[in-house]
C-alpha cells in the first residue's frame, strides 16, 4: 500500500518488446521481492534482493537500497509473460509490504 | 520447489457463521503467513506464525484469529464472518533465516461472505 509505489498500474507491450516496471519505497528497506500473478491467480516468485541486481533469462531486477527503488526488466516480451507483477519490500519488522501492481499485457 | 496447499479453494459463508481455511506446507519452513488480496489494496498480512504455537498480529488482524499447531499448518479462523471479508485469501511460507526469506505462496482461497 502507501510504503510500496508501482508505476505503471498497467503496461501494453508487442511481442518482442522490452519494458521496465518500477518501485518506489518510502520508508528503508532491507529487500524486496518481486512476484507475477497469473490469471489463476497463482503468485510465483521471480526475484529476492537485499541490493545489487539478478537476472534470470529475460527478466532483470535491481534494487537501490539507499535511493530507495527497485526496477524489473523484461526483455524481448513473449504472450507468457502477461499477468499482473508486484514487488513486495521487506522492512525491519516481519512480513512483507506490497505495492498494488502493474498490469502486464503482452500481445502479438 | 516450496509446496503451500491452502483449502478450500473457494467458499461461501453466511454473515456471522464461523469460516477456517486451511494451509499446509511440506517444506519445513518456519515462518509462515495470511494475506487477503483485494482490488485497490494489494495483498495485505493479516496474521504470521514463526513456528508451531506462536501466531503474530500483521496489519489488518481485526476480526481474525489464527492458529499453528504444527510446523506444517497454520489455519486463518473467522469467528463471525461479515461481508467485508469476502476476499482472496494467500497462505505462503518462508525459511526465516533471519529475516532474508524467499516467500512461497498458496493458490489462494476465495471466500465469499453473504
Known amino acids: 500500500g502507501d510504503q510500496v509505489e508501482q508505476s505503471p498500474s498497467a503496461l501494453s507491450l508487442h511481442e518482442g518488446t522490452s519494458s521496465a516496471l518500477r518501485c518506489n519505497f518510502t520508508?528503508?528497506?532491507?529487500?524486496v521481492q518481486w512476484f507475477r500473478q497469473n490469471s489463476r491467480g497463482s503468485l510465483i516468485n521471480l526475484f529476492y534482493?537485499?541490493?545489487g541486481t539478478k537476472e534470470n533469462g529475460r527478466l532483470k531486477s535491481a534494487f537501490d537500497s539507499k535511493e530507495l527503488y527497485s526496477t524489473l526488466h523484461i526483455r524481448d516480451a513473449q504472450l507468457e509473460d502477461s499477468g499482473t507483477y508486484f514487488c513486495?519490500?521487506?522492512?525491519?519488522?516481519?512480513?512483507?509490504?506490497f505495492g498494488l501492481g502493474t498490469r502486464v499485457s503482452v500481445f502479438p | 520447489e516450496a509446496a503451500v496447499t491452502q483449502s478450500p479453494r473457494n467458499k461461501v459463508a453466511v454473515t456471522g457463521g464461523k469460516v477456517t481455511l486451511s494451509c499446509n506446507q511440506t517444506?519445513?519452513?518456519?515462518?509462515m503467513y495470511w494475506y487477503r488480496q483485494d482490488t485497490g489494496h494489494g495483498l495485505r498480512l493479516i496474521h504470521y506464525?514463526?513456528?508451531?504455537?506462536?501466531?503474530e498480529k500483521g496489519d489488518i488482524p481485526d476480526g481474525y484469529k489464527a492458529s499453528r499447531p504444527s510446523q506444517e499448518n497454520f489455519s486463518l479462523i473467522l469467528e463471525l464472518a461479515t461481508p467485508s471479508q469476502t476476499s482472496v485469501y494467500f497462505c505462503?511460507?518462508?525459511?526465516?533465516?533471519?529475516?532474508?526469506?524467499?516467500?512461497?505462496f498458496g493458490s489462494g482461497t476465495r471466500l465469499t461472505v453473504l
Open positions: 505462503a511460507s518462508g525459511e526465516g533465516l533471519g529475516g532474508a526469506e524467499t516467500l512461497y
Open positions: 520508508t528503508t528497506t532491507r529487500s
Open positions: 534482493l537485499a541490493s
Open positions: 513486495a519490500a521487506e522492512h525491519y519488522a516481519q512480513g512483507l509490504t
Open positions: 517444506n519445513n519452513h518456519n515462518n
Open positions: 506464525s514463526y513456528g508451531a504455537g506462536s501466531t
